[in-house]
């Protein structure tokens, strides 16, 4: 039961399970082994056992309350589940009611322990690898299928609950039989849905990684095309470089100031809309922070960028959304901004411990003070409400920090991504 919430949950300092567990293990086996001397069936002081293993949680483990409640309580519904069937198997095999077995000091009663703790093992096993997170925090199944799987262990359970319930009773062999069977085919069922769960988990990682792979296509040739544009545009400046010189030169000695001025910034117009404004070491930064700006500045938007190099330990696809997001919200905010003076200012840092993501833009009005949710404003928020949102899951899949908040007139942005 513990062992289940560790796995579970993970522990808080990354203890192993013998430092972080081992205590309150021996705490419920205490518990476990005085009830066995009070009552040959626990009933209600079993909610003991969920005190235990939730105070465990709240101490040692990661996770929300809600997570900690479920770490607590499932492990229990598998014992009971195991124990029913178990039970029910052995009086059957032996021909002995449950009760003689729940209660007597029997070699059926040694069997159908052991049974009943390998039945145990393997679906805190089974489960695990059905429910717990994947390496990168993301479940792996979509809402809808997580209700349908926990509406089925559910009502498995309500009918092993009602089916031991009555195996308790004073019933015939072939009685005993029927339930057996019963619970023989609960169990086939529930096990079968635990596997389509695990296939349908990855057969989802799958369509994430195509979708991810499209993700990355897709910046690495608009990085491609942003470069080639970047050569056309050098080829060309320097082919008509001197002829351009010889221009404003004459204008110049015929005094003509303003037109050489004029023609200069004709003649600077592409390399200006066409800027490159950072080159670090990897090219999804590049093509994410080069397009966007570009765009910001062709909205008259003064853009400024302090970048590092290298992001060792960071994804493409997580730099790719975490970046995307933030200067999308703020490239969206300027656009609606009626000041003269707008600008984005964009700063990346990094330590021996962690980077550092600081992003300001200006802004007309307090969002906070209007917006406290950052909703989007765009029509189809369906599409388009999940900016700040996976701002804070990449954040909190890095054991990081995100930020909002406002400095006069700007709205900033802050996420820490440790290392």
Same mark, same amino acid.
């Given at each position: 039961?513990?062992?289940?919430?560790?796995?579970?949950?993970?522990?808080?300092?990354?203890?192993?399970?013998?430092?972080?567990?081992?205590?309150? *293990?021996?705490?419920?086996?205490?518990?476990?082994?005085?009830?066995?001397?009070?009552?040959?069936?626990? @009933?209600?002081?079993? $909610?003991? @056992?969920?005190?235990?293993?939730?105070?465990?949680?709240?101490?040692?483990?990661?996770?929300?309350?809600?997570?900690?409640?479920?770490?607590?309580?499932?492990?229990?519904?598998?014992?009971?589940?195991?124990?029913?069937?178990?039970?029910?198997?052995?009086?059957?095999?032996?021909?002995?009611?449950?009760?003689?077995? $729940?209660?007597?000091?029997?070699?059926?009663?040694?069997?159908?322990?052991?049974?009943?703790?390998?039945?145990?093992?393997? =679906?805190?096993?089974?489960?695990?690898?059905?429910?717990?997170?994947?390496?990168?925090?993301?479940?792996?199944?979509?809402?809808?299928?997580?209700?349908?799987?926990?509406?089925?262990?559910?009502?498995?359970?309500?009918?092993?609950?009602?089916?031991?319930?009555?195996?308790?009773?004073?019933?015939?062999?072939?009685?005993?039989?029927?339930?057996?069977?019963?619970?023989?085919?609960?169990?086939?069922?529930?096990?079968?849905?635990?596997?389509?769960?695990?296939?349908?988990?990855?057969?989802?990682?799958?369509?994430?990684?195509?979708?991810?792979?499209?993700?990355?296509?897709?910046?690495?040739?608009?990085?491609?095309?942003?470069?080639?544009?970047?050569?056309?545009?050098?080829?060309?400046?320097?082919?008509?470089?001197?002829?351009?010189?010889?221009?404003?030169?004459?204008?110049?000695?015929?005094?003509?100031?303003?037109?050489?001025?004029?023609?200069?910034?004709?003649?600077?117009?592409?390399?200006?809309?066409?800027?490159?404004?950072?080159?670090?070491?990897?090219?999804?930064?590049?093509?994410?922070?080069?397009?966007?700006?570009?765009?910001?500045?062709?909205?008259?938007?003064?853009?400024?960028?302090?970048?590092?190099?290298?992001?060792?330990?960071?994804?493409?696809?997580?730099?790719?959304?975490?970046? *995307?997001?933030?200067?999308?919200?703020?490239?969206?905010?300027?656009?609606?901004?009626?000041?003269?003076?707008?600008?984005?200012?964009?700063?990346?840092?990094?330590?021996?411990?962690?980077?550092?993501?600081?992003?300001?833009?200006?802004?007309?009005? *307090?969002?906070?003070? @209007?917006?406290?949710?950052?909703?989007?404003?765009?029509?189809?928020?369906?599409?388009?409400?999940?900016?700040?949102?996976?701002?804070?899951?990449?954040?909190?899949?890095?054991?990081?920090? =995100?930020?909002?908040?406002?400095?006069?007139?700007?709205?900033?942005?802050?996420?820490?991504?440790?290392?």
């Amino acid at each position: 039961m513990i062992y289940f919430a560790y796995r579970f949950l993970g522990d808080k300092r990354g203890r192993t399970y013998l430092k972080s567990g081992l205590f309150y *293990s021996i705490i419920i086996s205490l518990f476990i082994t005085i009830f066995n001397r009070i009552t040959f069936f626990e @009933h209600f002081l079993a $909610l003991l @056992h969920i005190l235990i293993i939730f105070i465990y949680s709240v101490k040692n483990l990661k996770g929300s309350v809600l997570s900690k409640i479920f770490a607590s309580v499932f492990p229990l519904l598998i014992i009971l589940v195991s124990t029913a069937f178990t039970g029910n198997f052995v009086s059957v095999i032996f021909n002995i009611s449950l009760k003689e077995i $729940l209660s007597l000091n029997s070699l059926e009663r040694c069997i159908a322990i052991i049974i009943e703790q390998l039945l145990i093992i393997y =679906c805190v096993l089974l489960f695990l690898k059905v429910i717990k997170k994947s390496d990168n925090d993301r479940s792996e199944l979509a809402v809808g299928e997580w209700v349908l799987i926990s509406i089925v262990l559910l009502i498995g359970i309500i009918m092993g609950a009602f089916l031991n319930f009555i195996s308790l009773e004073n019933i015939s062999y072939n009685g005993r039989l029927l339930i057996l069977f019963t619970f023989v085919g609960i169990i086939f069922v529930n096990i079968a849905v635990c596997y389509l769960v695990i296939d349908l988990g990855k057969k989802n990682e799958a369509v994430r990684e195509n979708e991810i792979l499209k993700i990355q296509q897709e910046y690495n040739n608009q990085y491609i095309t942003n470069l080639n544009i970047e050569y056309d545009v050098i080829r060309k400046l320097r082919h008509d470089f001197k002829d351009n010189c010889s221009v404003i030169r004459s204008m110049l000695i015929d005094g003509n100031a303003e037109k050489a001025v004029n023609h200069i910034e004709n003649y600077l117009g592409e390399l200006v809309e066409l800027e490159i404004f950072v080159k670090t070491n990897n090219n999804v930064v590049n093509a994410v922070i080069n397009s966007k700006f570009t765009v910001a500045k062709s909205l008259g938007v003064n853009v400024r960028c302090l970048c590092v190099s290298d992001f060792q330990g960071i994804t493409d696809i997580d730099l790719c959304r975490l970046l *995307s997001n933030m200067i999308e919200n703020a490239v969206e905010a300027c656009s609606e901004s009626k000041r003269a003076d707008k600008q984005i200012y964009l700063k990346i840092t990094s330590d021996e411990y962690k980077y550092c993501f600081i992003l300001k833009n200006t802004i007309d009005a *307090s969002v906070i003070e @209007h917006n406290p949710k950052l909703n989007s404003k765009k029509k189809n928020v369906k599409e388009h409400g999940y900016g700040t949102k996976i701002i804070h899951d990449i954040a909190e899949k890095y054991s990081g920090q =995100c930020d909002f908040y406002e400095d006069d007139d700007l709205f900033c942005c802050s996420v820490i991504l440790k290392k």
